[in-house]
């Protein structure tokens, strides 16, 4: 099964960095995916690990700890657009994923 | 490219009807999965479709079905529809999707409300 937590909500100002972490118990684990979703829309794709390490995206970066079962989501540079709820997602090797309850991030001026 | 299509975008039923919504993957994409997303629940996994086989189903009752035809679109039905059923329903799908997960592209969604 899957287990993924995140925190509910955060708060930061415009041109701050936040890092929104999760942690996930998963079996057959094959991957650890990020998604943003403003409200009354789908959510996109932001990215995607499955090698321990550091993954950099322009103001977004994402990380992997695959002994620690644990992710965390970086945004650099926050801008007012970046305010969404932003979901962590366990891939298993049986074809699905597993969703967090989402992280709300409000950038404030 | 196209992205993911859902039909339709909104809907209204009553108890103990039915629904069937559709999804139109990406070009070339042969995965499909559908999530219910609630406030209170956040995105659960329903089921995923690969070559017009179910791969994987979530913990939802027998009243959720689904298949996937052979160009890839995908359909799901809910039978004797429930107050708690209302929900926005997503379709992702993906490229490969055969032994492991990959980035999934989202659909608009499709809002049921149940009256």
């Known amino acids: 099964g899957q287990n993924i937590d995140q925190p509910t909500e955060m708060t930061a100002t415009e041109g701050a960095i936040v890092q929104i972490n999760c942690t996930y118990q998963?079996?057959?684990?094959?991957?650890l995916f990020w998604y943003q979703q403003h409200a009354g829309e789908a959510p996109t794709f932001l990215s995607y690990?499955?090698?321990?390490g550091l993954e950099e995206k322009g103001r977004f970066s994402s990380f992997l700890s695959r002994s620690k079962g644990y992710s965390y989501l970086l945004l650099k540079e926050l801008q007012m657009k970046d305010s969404a709820s932003y979901l962590c997602?366990?891939?298993?090797?049986?074809?699905?994923?597993?969703f967090g309850a989402g992280t709300t991030v409000t950038v404030r001026a | 490219k196209a992205g993911v299509t859902q039909t339709p975008r909104y809907l209204i039923k009553t108890r103990g009807q039915q629904v069937t919504l559709s999804c139109s993957p990406i070009?070339?994409?042969?995965?499909v999965s559908w999530y219910q997303q609630t406030p209170g629940q956040g995105l659960q996994f329903l089921f995923e479709?690969?070559?017009?086989?179910?791969?994987n189903k979530g913990n939802f009752p027998g009243r959720f079905s689904g298949r996937q035809f052979s160009n890839s679109r995908s359909e799901m039905n809910v039978s004797t529809l429930e107050l708690g059923d209302s929900a926005l329903y997503l379709c992702?799908?993906?490229?490969?999707?055969?032994?492991?997960?990959?980035?999934?592209?989202f659909g608009p969604g499709t809002r049921l409300t149940v009256t």
């Open positions: 690990n499955v090698l321990d």
């Open positions: 992702a799908s993906s490229l490969i999707g055969q032994s492991r997960s990959y980035e999934q592209y």
């Open positions: 997602a366990g891939g298993s090797n049986d074809y699905k994923l597993s």
């Open positions: 070009s070339g994409h042969r995965s």
């Open positions: 998963t079996s057959g684990f094959n991957g």
């Open positions: 479709y690969f070559s017009e086989t179910q791969r």
